[in-house]
């Protein structure tokens, strides 16, 4: 079967595997926009968070399987935690057909790409993805329309991808308001273990030391401003960052310890008082993460 199997005009009904906040998210602005004309089928392990979200509008329909779910849907996003994502995708391989499209929104690419080829899949149907948008917000509940309006998409097409599948997953993504851009696994595993899966790491370890040194009661009586912005993304769930952590283990750890080095290096310089090379690490930072937030803010007007 040639490529022209995925097109654009045969996307009728999309599946959504897991029925949290991003594939909600997902479902509630394709719903939004202007172009919508799916009919979304979902899919969630447990009974009570596929009602709630036929409940909540995010499906039209919900089947209690996979089997059941591949067998009407055109396009399959999964938006499981990662390493629920290798039991998916056998059980999907059983059963997909081999004109739909499999596209996910996992945080760590290798590792997805690892289980499709790990469950047989045809890799020309697989067009792996992770939106670049998120809260600490998760479950039926958490989703909204606007979640990825502005924001970054990556994809990471397999060298076996069909370009055709690319594209539609492409222009659902945009149509949900994102912006998408191409980069291949590796790349996207060690640049976001550095800008989203060591902060996260960091915070929940700050937590962690606050909590371990002082009574819980002295810490949160005397958090402010600075503690209350630097900690939010603790308040993110655990089993999914536990699942990153593990899944993007070797990027995750190189950001760790690289931190680590520049902590050390800190630690230096306050044991010896170098106040000068204090200023200038603080300035450093404050100067590149000045240029940065405008240059964020000016993309996002
Ligand atoms: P979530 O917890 O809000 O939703 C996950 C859903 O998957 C839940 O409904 C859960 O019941 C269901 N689920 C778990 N195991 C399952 C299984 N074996 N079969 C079927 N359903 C199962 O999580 P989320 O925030 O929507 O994250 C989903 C994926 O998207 C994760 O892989 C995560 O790494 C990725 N992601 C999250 C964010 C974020 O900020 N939350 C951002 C980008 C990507």
Not at 34 to 42: D, E, L, P
Not at 186 to 211: C, N, Y
């Amino acid at each position: 079967m040639t490529e022209q199997r995925f097109s654009r005009q045969s996307v009728h009904t999309i599946g959504l595997i897991g029925l949290g906040l991003i594939a909600g998210s997902f479902s509630l602005a394709l719903q939004a926009s202007r172009k919508s004309r799916y009919r979304f089928v979902g899919y969630s392990r447990k009974a009570e968070n596929r009602e709630a979200s036929l409940a909540r509008g995010l499906v039209h329909d919900v089947v209690p399987s996979i089997a059941e779910l591949t067998a009407c849907c055109d396009v399959i996003m999964i938006a499981v935690p990662m390493l629920a994502m290798p039991d998916v995708l056998a059980e999907l391989a059983h059963h997909v057909r081999p004109d739909s499209i499999i596209t996910d929104a996992g945080s760590v690419k290798g590792s997805f790409v690892a289980a499709c080829e790990a469950a047989g899949l045809d890799m020309r149907q697989v067009v792996p993805g992770h939106p670049i948008a998120g809260t600490e917000k998760s479950g039926v509940a958490a989703g909204f329309a606007e979640l990825y309006r502005g924001r970054r998409v990556v994809l990471t097409p397999h060298k076996q991808t069909s370009h055709q599948a690319t594209e539609v997953v492409m222009d659902l993504w945009q149509a949900c308001g994102a912006e998408v851009d191409m980069m291949a696994v590796e790349q996207h595993d060690r640049v976001l273990a550095a800008t989203s899966h060591l902060p996260h790491m960091l915070a929940f370890a700050l937590v962690d030391t606050l909590i371990t040194r002082e009574s819980d009661e002295q810490v949160f009586r005397y958090a402010a401003g600075g503690f209350k912005d630097f900690s939010r993304i603790a308040s993110s769930d655990p089993v999914m960052w536990r699942d990153i952590a593990l899944a993007n283990k070797t990027a995750v750890l190189d950001a760790m310890r690289d931190l680590q080095t520049h902590f050390d290096a800190l630690i230096a310089k306050i044991e010896n008082d170098d106040g000068e090379a204090i200023v200038q690490t603080f300035a450093n930072a404050r100067d590149r993460r000045d240029d940065w937030l405008e240059s964020f803010l000016n993309s996002r007007q």
